[in-house]
Every structure is written in structure tokens, then in C-alpha cells.
């Protein structure tokens, strides 16, 4: 069992990571290695302090180096879940690894994408953020899959080996998905329905060619970067869409603490650091 688990490797969690490091906490960074796409699509940096003007591509560099330096090694796998036992956490990955943890930090950002009317309501009743986790309930039957980064492409075609019929909406350009069961659909739906489980999906007018307005499917499935924190969270407070957090970055679960864009605005870096090196060093308080 590790002190902690940070979930993000933007500029909260590495703040954290880094915290944690100078600390001497044992702990895990779950993350990209090119760290944060919002950071790496910057044009130019102005108001981070020390920093007059610099490059997004140019200040991951710089941080990638950092982390290398501090021995800080980011793990390149995607959370499904975080839950709260009695006095740690269980930390589910996509692919079925589970890590334990006495703590946790959030610092997984925010949903680029808004959320569909429906789709929390459904949850674990027909909605999947995970491809591996939950594909094999679709065995030979059909789903919709809302898939916002190409490098989630690798699911989609996971999800068509199983399903009969996959209608996939790409919120990308150069789709490279090319199988017989899966259609484009270059349209967003307006919300999900059904009874006890997921029944069909609603677009608005006009209807799609040969579709109408109302798809039926088993289930859907939302492949993005981030998810929301009370979805990855079982019993994590929230508010519009943000985690609620005290002073010191601690949520309503015992151990668990948020930083960075997750927790609100403003989304700055400074702000994201700032949240990050208080989230670690209320971490360590919290584990004497």
C-alpha cells in the first residue's frame, strides 16, 4: 500500500508529486507523459511567474525534465474508479489493476465536453466511461460511443469486436476507425433515455439520414480524457460540476483531497500549483 495516489499529471499533480517527493511520501502519479494537452496547446505563457513569455510545448519540456530529475515516474494508466474503504482507497485502472492507497489526491482537471442530458442518471445502468471495464455487457448488442481524442480510437475498435453495431460519434478530425459494424454519426445527441437501464438516445431536428431523431441502443459509452470527479468518486461532494474542498484542499471523504481546475475557478496554472503543494503537504499532515 502506497501514502498516495494522485490522479492528473497537470500542473496540480505534479505540484503535488513534487510536494510529496521533497516530503519523502511514497506515492503513484497517474497521467500522460506529455502530461497536460491544455498546457502542450498553449500558443505562449505570460503571466506564470518567472515566466514572462514561453511556450506551451517549451514549458512541458521543462517540466518533464523536472519530473526526470526528482525520479518521479508518471504511470500511463487511465482510472476507472476511486473508492473509499474504511481508513484507504481503492484505485480500479481500466485494465482491471487495482492500487492501494491511505490517500488521494484529485487533480484530474475538468470535462472539456458538457455532459449530455441523462447520461449521470444512467451510470452503471447502461453508460461506461471504460471500454475494458464494461464491454463485455454488450456482447452482439448495440451501443453509441461518444469518443472526444483519437487516441481513444483503440477502444473503439475494442468495443466493435464485441458489439453487434457501433454508432460512433467523433469529436475529432481524421478518423481512422474502419470496420463494418461501426457508423459516423457528425452529430451530437440531446439526451439519454429509457427505464430501468438506457434504452435510446435523442437528437434534435432535422433527423439523421436514414436514423431519424431517435436511436435505439443497449448502451452508451463516453471515451474522454477526463471524467467528472463525482463520477469517479463514489460519495465525493460536489458543486457545478467542481469538487468542494476547505482550505486545505480536503474533500467530505476522509484522505481525499482536489487541486487544480477540478475545484473550480479560476483555471490558471498558478492557481493549479498553488492547490497542488497545499493538496501534498495536508496529505502529509493527515498521514502522521
Given amino acids: 500500500m502506497t501514502d498516495c495516489i494522485i490522479v492528473g499529471s497537470g500542473m496540480a499533480g505534479i505540484s503535488a ?3 510529496l517527493k ?6 503513484l502519479l497517474f497521467g500522460s507523459s506529455s502530461l497536460s494537452e491544455k498546457i502542450e496547446k498553449a500558443e505562449m505563457i505570460r503571466n506564470y511567474p518567472g515566466l514572462s513569455s514561453v511556450t506551451g510545448k517549451s514549458f512541458v519540456s521543462a517540466l518533464q525534465k523536472q519530473l526526470k530529475e526528482m525520479q518521479i515516474e508518471i504511470k500511463e494508466e487511465k482510472v476507472a474508479g476511486v473508492y ?6 481503492s484505485v480500479m485502472m481500466q485494465n482491471q489493476t487495482v492500487y492501494q492507497s491511505r490517500s488521494v489526491i484529485l487533480a484530474c482537471g475538468v470535462e472539456s465536453v458538457k455532459q449530455i442530458d441523462g447520461e449521470e442518471a444512467f451510470v452503471g445502468r447502461g453508460v461506461s466511461y471504460c471500454a475494458t471495464c464494461d464491454g463485455f455487457l454488450y456482447k452482439n448488442k448495440k451501443i453509441l460511443v461518444l469518443c472526444t481524442t483519437k487516441r481513444l ?25 474502419n470496420r463494418i459494424n461501426v457508423e459516423i454519426i457528425r452529430k451530437m445527441p440531446l439526451k439519454i433515455e429509457g427505464g ?4 435510446k438516445v435523442v437528437f434534435s431536428a432535422p433527423p439523421i439520414e436514414n436514423l431519424g431523431t431517435e436511436l435505439a441502443v443497449d448502451g452508451v459509452f463516453m471515451l474522454r480524457d477526463s471524467v467528472s470527479p463525482a463520477i469517479l468518486v463514489g460519495g465525493l461532494q460536489t458543486q457545478d460540476g467542481h469538487v468542494v474542498v476547505d482550505r486545505a484542499m480536503a474533500t467530505n471523504l476522509k484522505g481525499c483531497f482536489a487541486a487544480g481546475d477540478c475545484t473550480g ?7 493549479a500549483v498553488g492547490e497542488g503543494n497545499v493538496a501534498a503537504h495536508s496529505v502529509t499532515q493527515y498521514l502522521k
Fill in 84 to 89: 473509499a474503504m474504511k481508513d484507504s482507497f
Fill in 17 to 19: 508529486a513534487l510536494t
Fill in 153 to 177: 480510437e483503440h477502444e473503439i475498435n475494442y468495443l466493435a469486436d464485441i458489439a453487434e453495431k457501433v454508432y460512433l460519434i467523433p469529436m475529432y478530425k481524421d478518423v481512422e476507425i
Fill in 265 to 271: 475557478r479560476p483555471y490558471q496554472y498558478a492557481k
Fill in 196 to 199: 430501468k437501464r438506457v434504452e
Fill in 22 to 27: 521533497a516530503n519523502g511520501k511514497d506515492f
